[in-house]
């Protein structure tokens, strides 16, 4: 079975310009999560979604980060525009919907912001 | 809002034991996780621990839990160069939410 996959494994990009991620979730599993690591810090939680819908959101930093999630299957985080402070590592992760079901993670995606 | 803090580098010598501290805040923290990432990985879930216990064993690994104090630990016994990577400690409340709050990680170097 295949494991949580990410695209790409890394981008680079200049300030204001728009990037966008993508997390492809182990087959079957309704849950999504994306995290991110800044400057080797700790692992931060952005958002949740169950199928298509957003069900916690209360971690993405500000209304530059849009997280998307059609038809519940792949999920795409747009950066628009990249500033600096925006350099990290963004992981995904995806689960069952069983409760305290085992979170899985992908390899993540070191975005770079010059 | 929660923490979660961890030391930032252990370094040990192959075969001795490692322990990996981590302090939290939350205290209706449900469930404490121990997740290790190796280069160029995802994270992966080492092992983890309901709130209710106190410790608990698989094959080489050991997590103790002090709910007083809000202090978990992982230990590796003979560790190997292989358990060479970076740990880090999570975790989850006892609401509604599946959120996972992490600590900054620690970086085990095992010397051979």
């Known amino acids: 079975e295949a494991g949580v996959t990410q695209f790409p494994s890394h981008s680079v990009i200049e300030k204001g310009q728009t990037v966008t991620l993508r997390c492809d979730p182990i087959s079957g599993h309704d849950n999504l999560y994306w995290y991110r690591r800044v400057m080797g810090k700790e692992i931060k939680f952005l958002l949740h979604f169950v199928k298509e819908s957003k069900q916690d959101e209360s971690g993405m930093p500000n209304n530059r980060f849009l997280a998307e999630r059609t038809g519940g299957t792949y999920s795409t985080l747009k950066v628009q525009p990249a500033e600096l402070e925006d350099s990290g590592v963004y992981f995904c992760?995806?689960?069952?919907?069983?409760?305290?079901?085992?979170?899985?993670f992908g390899p993540g995606t070191r975005l770079t912001v010059t | 809002g929660e923490d979660v803090e961890q030391s930032l580098f252990l370094s040990v010598r192959e075969g001795d034991s490692s322990v990996i501290n981590c302090t939290y805040t939350d205290s209706s923290s449900t469930y404490l996780y121990w997740y290790k990432q190796e280069p160029g990985a995802g994270l992966q879930l080492l092992t983890y621990?309901?709130?209710?216990?106190d410790m608990k064993q698989d094959q080489r690994l050991t997590v103790l839990l002090n709910k007083k104090d809000k202090h978990l630990s992982l230990r590796i016994a003979d560790t190997q160069t292989g358990d060479s990577a970076i740990y880090f400690c999570a975790n989850r409340e006892d609401t509604g939410r599946r959120a996972l709050t992490f600590g900054s990680g620690t970086r085990l170097q095992v010397q051979p």
């Open positions: 621990i309901f709130s209710n216990m």
């Open positions: 992760a995806s689960s069952q919907m069983l409760a305290g079901a085992e979170q899985y």
